[in-house]
């Protein structure tokens, strides 16, 4: 089911200033920047090198996809209340451990906690306790990442898996899977409009009826932790109430080499204004990507909404949030 929100669209907003302001913050660095406003599905600006912004590049993830196996977890009736302790090394098989990206561990973390300090052993943790490949897998499908976010727009990549590793290192959105900024945007669009998904071709918004609310609230939960004491923390201002995840995985064909994601939107609660997705080629999320995105949504927030017309909203906006 679409909600149409517009007759026409609204164009008041100055597009080449936020524009102008994304590509000085991306310099000569190989990346990509796309800002929306989430809640009107509408793609404000899309700056970068063109391979990325055209979606014929695509990259892993990383811990950005901790929200869609937060999502399938959720959907297992899997408790997000559940703790474990991370000890940083997660043992898999025998002389085979993976590890946590904090060297001390991140102690007791649940759910929430696990999205704000973006604790692999957590998710690792799931895949040996009632979470499948297939289970994160279909929960991909159902946020798009198997359809093209525009005709010009390849499909992100789901692959099969065979290894024992695999499914753990998918869980974190280091294997199995490559995307565009734009399967991001809309990902993280959803999230913000918790449960709308933006079609930024036709500014409409479709329900995802499959995810209850109280789902969607704790990954809301856990990014805005994210920010306000969490992994994106050191970015932001503290007087910003915003939400995100940053993700960091090595490129497939060259590891070496790496990607650096943030993905967030403005403000945590109620309606979305801004949504923003940064990716840095040859950098990591937390140390380039999620500054940049910080600055965005800091500098968005200041904007003043100029739009002289108000949508036409075919439902009522308080009840998809339950007041918070
Ligand atoms: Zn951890």
Known sequence: MAFILFSKPILAIDNSEIANLCDSLLGNRKGAIIVAKPYLAQIICAVGDSDIVSGAEKYPPGS???I???LAALEKKIDPKNTVRCTYYYPIARGKVLHCSWKPGHGIVDMRRALSLSCSFYFYNLMDNGLAADDIKEMAKILGFDESPYDNISCSTIKKFD????????AVGLTGIYTTPYHLLRMIGTVANAGLMPNFDDNSLTKI???PDENWQVVRDGLKSSVSEGLCHFAFDNKISAAGKTGTATIPENPDRTCGWFIGYYPADGIPNW????LIVDGTGFTDSAPIGAKILNHLKNTRRCATMEPSVLFEPSALFNGR
Do not use: G, H
């Open 64 to 66: 950005v996809f901790k």
């Open 68 to 70: 869609v196996s937060s």
């Open 163 to 170: 290894t024992k590793s695999f499914k753990y290192r998918f």
């Open 209 to 211: 009826a499959d995810i």
């Open 275 to 278: 949504a923003v997705v940064v």
